[in-house]
Each structure stands twice: as structure tokens, then as C-alpha cells.
């Protein structure tokens, strides 16, 4: 049974950090892509980053990019988000997924996945 367990949400103040961890059971981590998403309550799921299978290659959103960095360890089955420079705009429920397949980064950019997290809350106050 495939698993992608959230954690490292939190209540922060605007300007502060956090760092989120993706932890993946019953899957072969490695053949994913991986990618964050967020929703904010009343708005769309939203794409945030996404990094290819081995680790070299990432993408940002415009919202996020110089603020975020994604990242990966295989042997740990592990995907990170480290979010920096908070703003109250950030807030929403954070969710990591997984794409398979030949096209799996564009996948992740477009919003699919074959498997997502519960999620985890990150609320940040002014």
C-alpha cells in the first residue's frame, strides 16, 4: 500500500521559515517524480514545486521561487520543502504526490498525480 505521510506543518510568523517532509512507504521512490501542492480554504489546489527522480532537476512556482526549495533524498524515501521568507499568502494545507510514468514532471506541473498526501496545515500570521 502506497503511503506519502506530510509533516513539518505549523503556525509561523510572516518572514519565518518551516520545513516540510514527505516520507513514502510501499512504492520505489525513486521511479517518482515528486511535486508539492497547496489549497487554501475557498481557492484551488494549487502546484508549488516539483523535482524530477533523481534529484537534479526542479521547478517552481512564480509565488515561490526564491523563497522555497524542494529537494530529495532516495535512500531516505524522502522529499523536503523548505519554505522561507513566509507570508500570510502561503497559507494553506500542503500536500506532496507522486507521478510515474515518461512524463511525470509535467504531470506533477499540471496538477496530476497517481498518489498525494492527507496534507499538512501551515498557517502564517502577520
Known amino acids: 500500500q502506497v503511503q506519502l505521510v506530510e509533516s513539518g506543518g505549523g503556525l509561523v510568523q510572516a518572514g519565518g521559515s518551516l520545513r516540510l517532509s514527505c516520507a513514502a512507504s510501499?512504492?520505489?521512490?525513486?521511479?517518482?517524480?515528486m511535486g508539492w501542492f497547496r489549497q487554501a480554504p475557498g481557492k484551488e489546489r494549487d502546484f508549488v514545486a516539483a523535482?524530477?527522480?533523481?534529484?537534479?532537476?526542479?521547478y517552481y512556482a512564480d509565488s515561490v521561487k526564491g523563497r522555497f526549495t524542494i529537494s530529495r533524498d532516495n535512500h531516505e524515501n524522502t522529499m523536503y520543502l523548505q519554505m522561507n521568507s513566509l507570508k500570510p499568502e502561503d497559507t494553506a494545507v500542503y500536500y506532496c504526490?507522486?507521478?510515474?510514468?515518461?512524463?511525470?514532471?509535467?504531470?506533477?506541473?499540471?496538477?496530476?498525480?497517481?498518489?498525494r498526501g492527507q496534507g499538512t496545515q501551515v498557517t502564517v500570521s502577520s
Open positions: 523535482i524530477n527522480r533523481s534529484g537534479v532537476t526542479t
Open positions: 510501499g512504492v520505489t521512490f525513486s521511479w517518482y517524480a
Open positions: 504526490a507522486a507521478a510515474g510514468g515518461t512524463f511525470a514532471m509535467s504531470t506533477i506541473r499540471s496538477g496530476g498525480y497517481d498518489y
